[in-house]
């Protein structure tokens, strides 16, 4: 069993930076991919960023491409995205997810465990 817990979210304007951290615990998480989705109001849950289990292999949206850095310390059990030139259409409440068989590492469905989530609001 993996549990997740997401921490930094806030409000910001627009061209700030926010760190958000995903906190993992079990003894099966430094095994996992994680991922970063969010989902706005109205809007279906969509993929930000993903690191696979050991680190490497960082994968961005293209949307987020160059603004946002995904990492992940294993010692620790934090994957953290941190994102910076912020744009208003960043708000939504981001979410983390771990999996451990990834075909596809973009797709909602291929993560087995959720944290709950954190707001991110970007004002103009």
């Known amino acids: 069993q993996v549990q997740l817990v997401e921490s930094g979210g806030g409000s910001v304007q627009a061209g700030g930076s926010l760190r958000l951290s995903c906190a993992g615990s079990?003894?099966?998480?430094?095994?996992?991919?994680v991922g970063w989705f969010r989902q706005a109001p109205g809007k279906e849950r969509e993929f930000v960023a993903a690191?696979?289990?050991?680190?490497?292999?960082?994968y961005y949206a293209d949307s987020v491409k160059g603004r946002f850095t995904i990492s992940r310390d294993n010692a620790k059990k934090t994957v953290t995205l941190q994102m910076n030139s912020l744009k208003p259409e960043d708000t939504a409440v981001y979410s983390c997810g771990a999996g451990r068989t990834m075909e596809e590492i973009t797709a909602v469905y291929e993560y087995d465990y959720w944290g709950q989530g954190t707001q991110v609001t970007v004002s103009s």
């Open positions: 690191i696979n289990w050991s680190g490497g292999s960082p």
């Open positions: 079990g003894r099966t998480f430094r095994s996992q991919a």
